[in-house]
């Protein structure tokens, strides 16, 4: 099974587990991310420039509100469109990540700072459990497990 059916089966599971449609699709769209961006030597290339187009469109977007542009905030909508197509034969994962993208990223935003906060509060305690506790006694090896 190629790993382009993988994903497919791993969307069609999700589905078929009643996971919700929306958040099969967008889960489905981070598995195949990792497998376009494996592609070589052209899969990377396209991520990269699908994600630069992302950035791009989302600061158009974002001037065409302020800047009471009509005409290029319905350019900057309708932009995933085309740029879904880097994704390959892929395409309908590129279409999801372009109109789910920043909801993705703000969502996850504070779980990631979270995670950033625990990792350095770990550091932080290994870092002092090994200068404060120099009497440690190391725990006996349990018995070797044997076959008989």
């Known amino acids: 099974m ?18 919700p449609v929306v958040k099969s699709w967008v889960l489905w769209t981070g598995v195949t991310l990792r497998t376009r961006f494996s592609l070589r ?34 350019l900057a909508l309708v932009a995933p469109i085309p740029f879904a197509l880097l994704w390959g034969q892929q395409y309908r994962a590129g279409l999801v990540a372009g109109y789910a993208f920043w909801l993705v990223v703000l969502g996850s935003l504070p779980a990631w700072l979270a995670y950033q906060a625990y990792r350095a509060i770990e550091y932080l305690a290994l870092f002092v459990l090994r200068f404060r506790y120099s009497d440690r006694v190391p725990l006996p090896r349990p018995p070797a497990f044997s076959k008989r």
């Open 41 to 74: 030597p052209w899969g990377a290339v396209g991520i990269v420039v699908w994600f630069l187009a992302a950035l791009i469109g989302t600061a158009a977007l974002i001037y065409g509100v302020v800047a009471n542009l009509p005409l290029l905030v319905a």
């Open 2 to 19: 190629s790993a382009a059916q993988a994903d497919l089966l791993f969307r069609e599971s999700l589905l078929a587990c009643d996971v």
